[in-house]
């Protein structure tokens, strides 16, 4: 095998590959051409050729090709490697809401707790919405302001804590109120689960976005948490993600799937 020549260069253009030989042709018996879980025998030898089209690779795929050169049972050592790269792939995202966990809240007088409280999770760039209201405004809780509240420190899950509080605020409400008035519970809403899912094209980056207000029902509400998170598309991966500001932290789980 000292005999024979270098070996082929090879490169990939579309889904053809391309070689390219400085050798004696009439010294060899051809080319074998390897990759992409292939072996491709060439009996005809030369110094230029392409080989293909092979299939393109799948998305966020690579296929990588070498080329030698044979003379009866004897080869030479590997060309250089040619890279196809398919295309980035689409992904669904499913993103939950886990928990919230509050720092030195802004307490309301006389109170330190805050709320009752509404809010909203959301996504971009395809939009998905998680809206919440906990809050029974004077005009309909017969002049009390009632509602879920807030204290600092503490950590609340989403789910169990807001969100089915919220619920079953409404299933005690099924029975109507109470000589026929309106009941409590009637004036909350909340979606059935914490979790979003998120169609993203190859490129799309990922924003997620969380709000919750003091409804406070004196009129002077205020943000708890108003935070948008952005992820860029190659980091967006399986993990846990976080957002805050000073008073207020969200945090979550996504995964991701590959369309």
């Known amino acids: 095998m000292e005999l024979l020549p270098s070996p082929p260069y090879v490169r990939v253009y579309d889904d053809w590959v391309i070689w390219s030989w400085e050798g004696d042709p009439t010294s060899i018996d051809g080319f074998y051409l390897y990759g992409a879980g292939i072996q491709i025998r060439q009996d005809e030898s030369g110094n230029f050729g392409l080989i293909g089209p092979f299939t393109p690779p799948p998305c966020?795929?690579?296929?990588?090709?070498?080329?030698?050169?044979?003379?009866?049972?004897?080869?030479?050592?590997?060309?250089?490697?040619?890279?196809?790269?398919?295309?980035?792939?689409?992904?669904?995202?499913?993103?939950?809401?886990?928990?919230?966990?509050?720092?030195?809240?802004?307490?309301?007088?006389?109170?330190?707790?805050?709320?009752?409280?509404?809010?909203?999770?959301?996504?971009?760039?395809?939009?998905?919405?998680?809206?919440?209201?906990?809050?029974?405004?004077?005009?309909?809780?017969w002049g009390w302001c009632k509602g879920l509240r807030?204290?600092?420190?503490?950590?609340?899950?989403?789910?169990?804590?807001?969100?089915?509080?919220i619920w079953r605020k409404k299933l005690g409400c099924m029975g109507g109120g109470w000589g026929g008035s309106p009941c409590e519970g009637d004036r909350y809403d909340a979606p059935d689960g914490n979790s979003v899912t998120?169609?993203?094209?190859?490129?799309?980056d990922l924003t997620i976005s969380g709000a919750i207000g003091d409804c406070d029902?004196?009129?002077?509400?205020?943000?708890?948490?108003?935070?948008?998170?952005?992820?860029?598309?190659?980091?967006?991966?399986?993990?846990?993600?976080?957002?805050?500001?000073?008073?207020?932290v969200i945090i979550g789980d996504k995964e991701v799937f590959r369309n």
Do not use: K
Not at 92 to 121: C, K, S, W
Not at 152 to 161: G, K, R
Not at 198 to 204: K, M, T
């Open 198 to 204: 998120v169609e993203l094209g190859p490129d799309d």
């Open 217 to 248: 029902c004196g009129g002077g509400g205020q943000w708890l948490l108003y935070e948008h998170h952005t992820i860029r598309s190659r980091a967006i991966r399986t993990g846990s993600f976080m957002f805050r500001d000073e008073d207020c």
């Open 150 to 165: 807030l204290s600092p420190h503490p950590e609340y899950y989403i789910q169990d804590d807001i969100f089915e509080w």
């Open 60 to 141: 966020d795929t690579t296929y990588e090709f070498y080329m030698t050169a044979y003379d009866g049972p004897y080869e030479s050592p590997p060309s250089n490697t040619g890279v196809a790269r398919g295309p980035a792939c689409s992904r669904t995202v499913q993103l939950t809401f886990e928990r919230l966990i509050t720092h030195d809240l802004p307490g309301d007088e006389g109170d330190h707790r805050v709320g009752p409280i509404d809010g909203a999770f959301w996504t971009a760039p395809s939009s998905r919405w998680l809206e919440f209201d906990a809050c029974c405004r004077p005009a309909d809780c």
